[in-house]
């Protein structure tokens, strides 16, 4: 009886061991064929849409976009002044056509260059609904670096109230 008892658990044993030696494989094969993408052409493969700025029809929307992130310049109350960092393509059709790709199933290759950076003092209040990372509302001083998830665009409005805030390490 002592010996079937042993080698029930010997086998229950091997049978774990191996199930986990074939996730571990099949977990390396699929990094290192990321790596061997990364290596060849500096893109990492993707299976669905990015969350990049377009509308249905896959014409470059910047105007859709709530995040931004910027250094406070000034604070008054909950209202914020930050001076955001906004990206706008330099070459729209080349992200449309990049971002095709990425829908199909394709790897695409969009870098920084392919953006411009400009700045703009943007209005944010900060209201009872906002929800605060890393930060209180009391704790915000100008200098900090915030990310901003807003109400709206801040491409195409100077005020806009924030759902989310985030400050940002330094």
């Known amino acids: 009886m002592q010996m079937t008892f042993e080698k029930i658990v010997c086998g229950i044993l091997i049978v774990v061991v191996l199930f986990l030696g074939f996730v571990f494989l099949g977990q390396q094969k699929a990094i290192n064929q990321i790596?061997?993408?990364i290596s060849n052409n500096g893109t990492v493969p993707s299976n669905g849409s990015a969350n990049l700025p377009f509308d249905d029809g896959g014409a470059m929307d910047v105007d859709s976009q709530s995040h931004f992130n910027g250094e406070i310049?000034?604070?008054s109350g909950s209202n914020l002044d930050v001076e955001a960092v906004l990206y706008i393509p330099k070459d729209p059709e080349k992200i449309k056509a990049q971002q095709e790709k990425i829908k199909s199933g394709q790897a695409a290759t969009i870098s920084s260059?392919?953006?411009q950076t400009t700045k703009k003092v943007i209005k944010v209040l900060l209201n009872d609904s906002t929800q605060?990372?890393?930060l209180k509302q009391e704790d915000i001083r100008v200098g900090d670096k915030v990310f901003v998830t807003a109400n709206d665009s801040p491409y195409?409005?100077?005020s806009l109230t924030a759902v989310k805030i985030?400050?940002?390490k330094q």
């Open 35 to 37: 790596r061997s993408q």
């Open 73 to 75: 310049k000034a604070v």
């Open 113 to 115: 260059d392919d953006y």
């Open 132 to 134: 605060y990372f890393d």
């Open 156 to 158: 195409k409005k100077d």
């Open 166 to 168: 985030a400050r940002l």
